[in-house]
């Protein structure tokens, strides 16, 4: 009986450093949604609709449609960008592998202060490529190439390329290559052979990243407010900025919660849509 | 696609992903005290501020406790977890595991504004042991999915070898089982304090004010004007994290840990 | 003229020479089996054959066009892989009309195609089926019908029953031998199991360390294996290297083992040959102690036959009979081996 028990009681602890550490603060930011602004404090106890009353405006549909726009784009982009650079790469010697492996491990730590930073640098007019481009005499009268909404957005790539790169990297190396060979002898033409049966294959897997990274860029803060100019913020800028900056948890929170409950759709659809699959299949 | 071609995309891939930080690092050895490249003169007077000027250091020590603190609550969390679902392979165990898997999936800015209110509530706002329980509790994705690679690659037969020879369920995980899963443990550590780091936003919501992180420090400093010195710290940065992740690859098979061997 | 001709094929991975100097004809609708332990260059050579690797040197006819040249799409080869290779995003009929689809047949021609070649493989019905719900069983048929479906100039097979039970594996055998007789169809076959290579070849081609060490018919092979790694692979367990002296009688370790048969008759001086244990004769030790005596180490039990074990000296020998036959030996006694030397023969050691 009681060797039974230690396990259970062994996983007390990480159940309940999951639920009052993960769960309870999203679960007290919902409550906090429903409060009222306190200039003096953080917040006053009360029940009202009004932060959810302000995000059905103008101002919040404008945030809202330009948070879906660069985060659907970026996400798009990073995946189209990194799918096929991995299967390239992990058909490449051990050595380049682990030099792309520790590349790529080492993006995905590495602060979006300093990526956005580094990129900074690079778009500045006084040392990077409009710098070189001046130099040359490609570019007349060399000016910064940031904020915008491109610098944005590659600042975007940076930083979830690793992310979706190392996704895909276990499926890419482990995945069965007679299935491309079996397609070539039935008389694919190899340059057929990735959109015939490689695409194909790894449709699920292409969807459900281009959603997480699609998730990802909607609660990105550094690269737009660091690359992008004040008409490209997001509404994680605009979220911070209520919430610290003019002191109106409630307000985030609320718009939070917006985004929470936006972001469990899309699981939720994709997990449905997967399930549909295997019931199909 | 011809093999030239395939190369050429990699390669125009990988410059984009490093040229950024030759530009940094070229900054941060120059001499001027604007930011200009290529630099005229090489000095190490960014770097020597970087090492002794308070307003810099406070936020590195800052950071660095914060992480070694969190990688090793992340880490704890996360082989106790393993661990019941090893033994239980059930319901319970499953629970555990996906509740770890959660924090993953949600954009960060949702997390960091329910631990911004969350810690608001509780009275440890600005405090960094908020800081550290926050990050070692979003964080324990990482080392789950590592520790749980770990746990797979254990045959039943060692355990029962060990149960067969005496030992006590606490004396196999002691003797057998952790010693095992050490590399994989001590992986998901070094990512962890990493990532920690590194990370800015729930940094900054749930203890910004009172706590600087090296990040905050950073992008304050790029905010409000900037000097070449946010150029030695962030190459302080992306060498120290790429030193650990070299040592890494050294103890471990970092191929086969991420999945990619196909044996 | 054979429809395939390899000439001096060549294959080296770096350092390691996969393939030397193999030499082979297959004459039309032949059945050929590759046969060898893993690392001997069959699977090399059918992917060299297929198109999906180069050769380093070497000519490949296919009726006398050069085929080196040809790339692997164009090759018309309808291969199963070891893997299977299905494709998992198609359903069984999309699979087998796969190869009619990347050649631009029109959709209800290779439909109706699919769905012959379907019933051929005796799996009418299942065309809507998701590959992955069907059985270990299914799979392979639908994989050898979607290589059939290109009516192939060659088909090759890479182990392909290797993943699958005893039962199964045989009945597959018998399926595809027929299949093939009935289609006339080149074929080229890898496997590591001489058994399987019995079974369904005309030709069994033996390779060892990238060499071709023998080719013949099943029977050939089995019967007379010309060097000791055949005759090793084949279960030839009697091999030794007696003395002969033109007719007198054969001596091996100063044992007079009796007088000489046939071809060996002719030779004199020290020669390794090989008996199949059903060719030993075990007896009780006479009173004199004549003859060549050994101790029995080991005796199975194999159902129909008895297999004993005898050892002389450093010397093992192995003794086969029908159940109902077999001396009654046990371990430890000792026995006068007699080999029927009208059945032993020359090989090369």
Redesign the interface.
């Known amino acids: 009986m009681k060797r039974s028990l230690v396990p259970y009681l062994i996983g007390l602890f990480p159940l309940a450093m999951m639920v009052v550490f993960f769960l309870a603060p999203l679960a007290f930011m919902i409550v906090v949604s429903f409060y009222e602004r306190d200039p003096l404090g953080f917040y006053k106890v009360s029940f009202v609709w009004d932060n959810y009353a302000k995000f059905f405006s103008s101002f919040y549909y404008t945030i809202s449609m330009r948070s879906l726009w660069s985060a659907s784009l970026g996400a798009l982009v990073v995946v189209l960008l990194a799918f096929p650079a991995m299967y390239i790469i992990v058909d490449m010697h051990r050595r380049w592998q682990l030099f792309w492996v520790i590349l790529l491990l080492s993006l995905m730590c590495l602060s979006e202060v300093i990526i956005g930073f580094a990129w900074l640098i690079l778009f500045s007019e006084s040392s990077g490529i409009p710098k070189f481009l001046g130099w040359v005499g490609l570019w007349e009268n060399p000016r910064s190439l940031s904020p915008s909404f491109g610098a944005m957005l590659i600042g975007f790539i940076t930083l979830g390329f690793s992310l979706v790169a190392l996704m895909f990297y276990p499926q890419m190396a482990q995945r069965?290559r007679?299935?491309e060979?079996?397609?070539?002898?039935?008389?694919?033409?190899?340059a057929?052979v990735f959109y015939?049966?490689v695409l194909?294959?790894f449709?699920p897997a292409i969807v459900s990243s281009v959603a997480t990274m699609f998730v990802y860029f909607l609660g990105v803060f550094v690269m737009p407010t660091m690359l992008g100019r004040p008409q490209d913020w997001n509404m994680t800028v605009i979220i911070t900025d209520k919430a610290v900056g003019d002191a109106n948890m409630p307000l985030g929170a609320a718009l939070s919660v917006i985004m929470l409950l936006f972001t469990l759709l899309i699981i939720g659809g994709l997990m449905l849509a997967s399930r549909k699959r295997e019931a199909?299949? | 696609m011809s093999a030239f071609l395939k190369r050429l995309f990699v390669t125009a891939i990988a410059v984009g992903l490093i040229l950024p930080f030759l530009i940094v690092a070229g900054v941060s050895i120059s001499a001027e005290s604007n930011i200009s490249f290529p630099p005229k003169e090489f000095s190490a007077r960014w770097y020597t501020e970087l090492l002794t000027q308070k307003d810099w250091l406070i936020p590195i020590r800052n950071s660095l406790v914060i992480a070694a603190f969190a990688g090793l609550l992340s880490v704890t969390i996360a082989l106790a977890a393993n661990y019941v679902l090893w033994r239980l392979k059930s319901g319970f165990g499953k629970l555990v595991f996906a509740l770890g898997v959660g924090p993953f999936m949600l954009p960060p800015i949702i997390i960091a504004m329910g631990a911004s209110v969350f810690w608001a509530e509780m009275g440890w706002y600005g405090r960094a042991e908020a800081t550290v329980i926050s990050h070692g509790v979003f964080f324990v994705t990482l080392p789950l999915v590592i520790i749980a690679r770990g746990f797979a690659a254990l045959s039943d037969d060692v355990i029962e070898a060990s149960r067969t020879m005496g030992a006590t369920p606490w004396q196999t995980f002691a003797k057998v089982i952790f010693p095992l899963v050490l590399p994989y443990i001590i992986t998901g550590y070094a990512l962890v304090a990493i990532i920690s780091v590194n990370e800015y936003l729930i940094s900054y919501m749930v203890s910004g004010f009172a706590v600087e992180t090296l990040p905050i420090r950073i992008f304050n400093n790029v905010r409000y004007g900037y000097t070449p010195v946010v150029a030695s710290a962030a190459m302080g940065f992306a060498i120290l994290t790429i030193g650990v992740l070299l040592l890494l690859s050294m103890i471990t098979d970092l191929l086969k840990l991420l999945g990619a061997s196909r044996d | 003229m054979a429809r395939l001709s390899l000439k001096n094929i060549q294959k080296t991975f770096g350092n390691f020479q996969a393939l030397e100097d193999v030499n082979l004809d297959i004459a039309s609708g032949e059945f050929i089996c590759l046969l060898g332990g893993s690392g001997c260059g069959k699977t090399t050579l059918l992917r060299i054959i297929?198109?999906?690797e180069d050769q380093t040197s070497g000519e490949m006819l296919l009726e006398g066009a050069d085929l080196t040249k040809v790339?692997?799409?164009?090759?018309?080869?309808?291969?199963v892989?070891?893997?299977l290779?299905?494709?998992?995003?198609l359903n069984v009929g999309q699979n087998i009309a796969?190869?009619l689809d990347?050649?631009g047949v029109a959709k209800n021609t290779r439909l109706a195609r699919a769905r012959d070649l379907l019933e051929v493989v005796g799996l009418t019905g299942l065309f809507e089926r998701?590959v992955?719900?069907l059985s270990g069983g299914q799979r392979q048929r639908v994989a050898i019908a979607?290589?059939l479906a290109?009516e192939p100039t060659l088909f090759?097979m890479d182990e392909p029953f290797s993943a699958l039970d005893a039962g199964l594996r045989e009945h597959l055998q018998i399926e595809v031998k027929k299949l093939q007789r009935k289609l006339g169809v080149t074929t080229i076959f890898v496997t590591h199991d001489q058994n399987e290579a019995m079974s369904i070849a005309d030709r069994i081609v033996i390779l060892n360390e990238g060499r071709i060490e023998q080719a013949g018919s099943p029977t050939e092979v089995y019967a007379r294996p010309q060097t000791r790694f055949v005759a090793d692979f084949m279960g030839t367990n009697n091999i030794f290297s007696p003395e002969f002296s033109q007719g007198g009688p054969v001596m091996l370790d100063g044992v007079d083992l009796g007088s000489p048969q046939g071809d060996l008759a002719a030779l004199s001086g020290k020669y390794t040959i090989a008996v199949r244990p059903e060719y030993v004769r075990l007896k009780p030790v006479s009173a004199d102690e004549s003859g060549l005596i050994g101790t029995v180490d080991f005796v199975r039990h194999l159902g129909a036959s008895v297999e004993t074990e005898l050892s002389v000296g450093e010397r093992t020998f192995i003794h086969t009979m029908v159940s109902d036959r077999a001396p009654d030996f046990q371990v430890g006694d000792r026995a006068e081996i007699q080999f029927d030397l009208s059945h032993a023969w020359v090989i090369l050691s």
């Open positions: 069965d007679s299935i060979e079996a397609a070539l002898t039935l008389g694919t033409p190899p057929r015939k049966v194909p294959n449709t199909s299949s | 297929a198109g999906l790339h692997c799409h164009k090759r018309n080869v309808g291969m892989f070891q893997s290779a299905l494709f998992p995003h796969y190869g990347v050649r998701p992955s719900a979607r290589a290109i090759l």
